[in-house]
């Protein structure tokens, strides 16, 4: 058997990446399309039934459904109540803001995973790591700029579903050595699916013309391809190599935005970014070697996280 060589893995992780990238941001474009006409409810139950359909056709391929089986869970019912408020605050959010307004703030879900390793993990954060969490909280009021009235409960919601995510995140890590990624990402669906269901009872539902059910189906297929990427390159490469690769997402969010949507954003906004930018990927480099992870940085569309044993 020939073994691969250090750049021919790192190609590949790269474009496993690109290729999770891909589908979160194919995933954003279509909830952004979606909730134009129908209910945040209704898009959160399809898009979750659509996804969990094809986790189970695909089940096979991770263990089958035997990996689901657990004892954990409470754990699980915890990360469900994650995931429902990530999925529907950033959607929400989403509805109602430009594209990569919404996908900047969400970026900022890596700091949070910083800031609440401390707390809920015991780790260390050194002084440079917390000082790159409070200036990258600092680019998030250059985007918002209280004052200005771009404080919105749209992006108050996004805000609060990126801490969501870094709960997922940090949850990951307690169950990583007990449950594989397939049982991760499954259970996270389901609860949004459950909980959205209840909520559409009462709600106005809309019945799909084709163009809809197209648009729900990809959206499900998206947030699997997104998940697939996603581990399928941060299982070849270290998060130092690919995390630059994850703001790809912004440059993709802009320019969708500006060509499907005509949204342009400010220079406070492009100014906002770059500082979040850069303070995640500081945070990366100094947590190299650490116990903490940065494989969460792309958390934000992907809606999933990974196990740290896979």
Known sequence: ??????DESVGKAIGWLLLGIAGGLGLDLCAKALLASYSLEQFVFLRSLAGLTIFFLLAKQFGGLRSLATARW???????LFASGAMFGFFFGLAHMPLVNALTLGFTAPLM???????????????RRWLAVIVGFGGVLIVLRPGAGLLSPASIAVLIAAFCYACLAITARHLGKTENSFSLSVYVIAGPLLISGVLSIDGAWVAPD???????????????IAWIGII??????????????EYTALLGGAAAG??????????????????IIASGLFVVYREIGSVISGRYLRASTASLSQSSND
């Open 258 to 275: 500006y060509l499907i949507w005509d949204e342009v954003p400010d220079r406070w906004v492009v100014i906002g970014a770059i500082v």
């Open 1 to 6: 058997m020939v073994q691969e060589s250090h």
């Open 232 to 245: 399928g390159g941060y299982r070849r490469a270290s998060p130092a190599v690919l995390a630059p690769f």
């Open 113 to 127: 995973v910083t800031a609440l390793a401390v707390p809920f993990l015991g780790e260390h954060v050194g002084w």
């Open 210 to 224: 084709a163009a809809g059910w197209t648009l729900f189906i990809l959206a499900g297929s998206c947030s699997v």
């Open 74 to 80: 409470k754990w699980h019912v915890l990360r469900t």
